[in-house]
């Protein structure tokens, strides 16, 4: 019996869990698969900005580039998502904008003024 009840409550957690994780209101296909690329062969300094709820992975991120071999300068700012696009779409500042929310309309229209196409993916999704 003991066991039973140990079953059924893990269940339960599982689908408390599942539940929790949800789908985002705005679906962005994840990459399906990432091609292999050697950091060193990498030129020129890195330069991005945004959410400050993803900045940790970023700079996470960041650190492993240079640690497998980036020798480039890479900045990552902390300055919020809706500055990370204004950066990254209208004044073309940045090469990545790290984001906590999907990209808006407007901000898809100021980077095709500066010839820029923003790609989308998750990297995580919070409960």
């Known amino acids: ?54 900045f940790p992975i970023s700079q996470r991120m960041a650190d492993l580039f240079k640690k497998e071999g980036y020798s480039g300068n890479i900045t990552v700012d902390s300055i919020g998502t809706g500055a990370g696009f204004e950066r990254f779409c209208k004044t073309g500042e940045t090469d990545i904008s790290n984001a906590s929310r999907a990209i808006k309309d407007a901000e898809k229209e100021n980077c095709k003024k500066i010839n820029r196409e923003p790609v989308e993916f998750y990297v995580a999704i919070d409960a």
């Not at 789908?23 to 890195?46: L, R």
């Open 1 to 54: 019996m003991k066991r039973q009840f140990t079953v059924f409550s893990l269940l339960i957690i599982i689908a408390v869990i599942a539940s929790a994780c949800g789908t985002p209101a705005t679906k962005v296909a994840p990459p399906t698969a990432a091609s292999p690329f050697d950091p060193a062969s990498a030129k020129g300094n890195i330069v991005s900005a945004g959410s400050s709820t993803v």
